[in-house]
């Protein structure tokens, strides 16, 4: 391969190498630039000649300043860069370059399972809520023996999920805070694919009880209810009764389960979560701009597309207020920044705190850059909507869900409102989650052919101009489509990778 690199913008006075095995000195591109040493893949090249103090731009915005001179055909690595300050969230424009409607894109859908409420789910799941972690063992050794005793019974059902994880006691349960993490187990434990109902088992003395869990509305939880199982109950003698209570419970949801059936819905229907984890300088360049075309195919077919991510929105936020459908939105927007902000600062943490080493080691020199990549996911279309930390998102379009970018925490509380999950990677992670299908796309060609079972789609192949971005964005658009009608698996599915779920509590712990 002849020396390569990537200029995203035309005001860019820095690029990405692309040849897989870096270059060494001497090496000339076909405009001239030699290197004065060597580069590693996707680590930056200096263009030109910089005197310190000057202007590193990238996506066509400033990165940092030159910490001393650097000279053209030169690494241009995190050392050699200042951090610049955040954007200012004080007079930043509202709404004042709001993308016009995108053109509709009719005559596509997906087969999914309508509830009767109207939403769709994209996999027929028995999730077991839980209301503690105190009851996480109990709950998963009662799943181990429904998916090796009954699930076989029901052909029909995807698969048997403990929805289990470390909220629900020992917590400030009236704190501010703990409102993210109970919102964030409500949506989850009446999401659209685990039917119309949940399945909740409690410990009983837990500061989270069922009825806070689920209050009123859609799913009332009464003492009596056949599909709520109590471990301290007083009729209940032994761990036998126990696990024979929870089943009995199941087997009655799997007859229910077990009569759904997918069906043709629009693509209107799906709520695509965005996420990405392990990034590289490549990843603003190829996976995610590949992302935000399908983003804008989706929003095009009326469907939702969320994005999310505060500490990785933070620093492009002057790209994105000005993108909002109105002032109120951009103004909620703001607010969401500000909130994070603040917690950030509680917690005595600064913004080096991210990007993480391995992001670092995929040439990504600080947060600025690794933002101004990151926001290329949300496509190009006006921001219709911004969710708070733990809200469920109802609009349609584009929304910012306010989540942390922690891979795990996001999409703990994405899956409050997805029914399907596109997560882009530049380093690599085996990332999964058993509720919903997730899409993992890779930055890099090298990482698809490392990893040919774990990545579904490579859109390292843009940076090689072997395919372009329209190209791979439409091949995503097609492959959401495919995987939500369960007509194809992702790797993740295919191998059972599913992380933990993670809710996120900004309140204390007692
Ligand atoms: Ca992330």
Request: net charge neutral; with cysteine.
């Amino acid at each position: 391969m002849d020396p390569l690199y990537v200029q995203v913008h035309a005001r860019d006075n820095v690029a990405i190498l692309v040849n897989p095995e870096g270059l060494p000195s001497g090496a000339r591109f076909p405009d001239g630039l030699t290197l004065t040493e060597r580069i590693p893949q996707s680590h930056k090249v200096a263009l030109r000649d910089f005197n310190q103090g000057d202007a590193v731009i990238r996506y066509g915005q400033i990165i940092g300043h030159a910490t001393r001179p650097i000279r053209a055909g030169s690494w241009v690595r995190e050392d050699l860069l200042d951090l610049p300050a955040a954007p200012s969230l004080d007079g930043l424009p509202l709404a004042t370059a709001v993308p016009p409607p995108l053109p509709k894109l009719e005559g596509y859908s997906f087969d999914g399972f309508r509830n009767s409420g109207g939403a769709v789910g994209t996999k027929n799941i028995l999730g077991i809520t839980t209301t503690v972690q105190c009851v996480a063992p109990t709950v998963d050794y009662a799943v181990r023996r429904i998916r090796a005793e009954m699930l076989p019974r029901f052909p029909g059902v995807d698969d048997v999920v403990a929805i289990t994880h470390t909220y629900g006691c020992g917590v400030a349960i009236d704190a501010p805070g703990a409102a993210v993490p109970i919102n964030t187990l409500r949506h989850i434990g009446s999401h659209p694919n685990l039917g119309d109902a949940p399945l909740v088992v409690s410990l009983g003395c837990e500061k989270l009880q069922p009825a806070r869990l689920f209050p009123d509305g859609g799913f009332p939880i009464l003492e009596s209810d056949p599909y709520l199982i109590r471990l301290q109950n007083e009729t209940l003698h032994g761990f036998g009764d126990i696990i024979a209570a929870i089943m009995r419970a199941a087997e009655k949801r799997l007859e229910q389960l077990t009569r759904r059936h997918r069906t043709a819905c629009p693509a209107s229907d799906l709520v695509v979560g965005l996420q990405c984890g392990g990034s590289d300088a490549f990843s603003g360049v190829t996976c995610n701009p590949a992302v935000g075309y399908a983003a804008d195919l989706l929003v095009r077919a009326g469907a939702t597309v969320m994005f999310s991510e505060v500490t990785e929105v933070r620093d492009a936020i002057h790209l994105l207020t000005p993108r909002a459908i109105n002032e109120d939105v951009a103004r909620s927007l703001i607010r969401e920044m500000k909130w994070y902000d603040d917690y950030l600062a509680r917690g005595g943490a600064d913004r080096s705190a991210n990007p993480t080493p391995g992001n670092k080691r995929g040439g990504l020199s600080n947060v600025v850059e690794k933002a101004l990549g990151s926001v290329a996911k949300a496509g190009s279309s006006a921001l219709m909507a911004v969710a708070s930390q733990g809200e469920r998102v109802t609009a349609k379009g584009l929304v910012f869900a306010a989540t942390p970018a922690s891979d795990f925490v996001c999409g703990t509380q994405q899956l409050a409102s997805m029914n399907m999950h596109v997560f882009t990677t530049g380093e690599g992670t085996p990332y999964g989650l058993a509720m919903v299908p997730v899409i993992k796309v890779s930055s890099r060609t090298a990482l698809a052919e490392r990893w040919p079972d774990l990545i579904d789609l490579d859109a390292g192949r843009i940076a090689t101009g072997n395919a372009s971005i329209e190209d791979v964005g439409w091949e995503l658009f097609r492959c959401i489509l495919d995987v939500a009608s369960g007509r194809r698996k992702t790797w993740a599915d295919h191998w059972g990778l599913h992380n933990a779920l993670a809710p996120f509590n900004p309140g204390p712990v007692t």
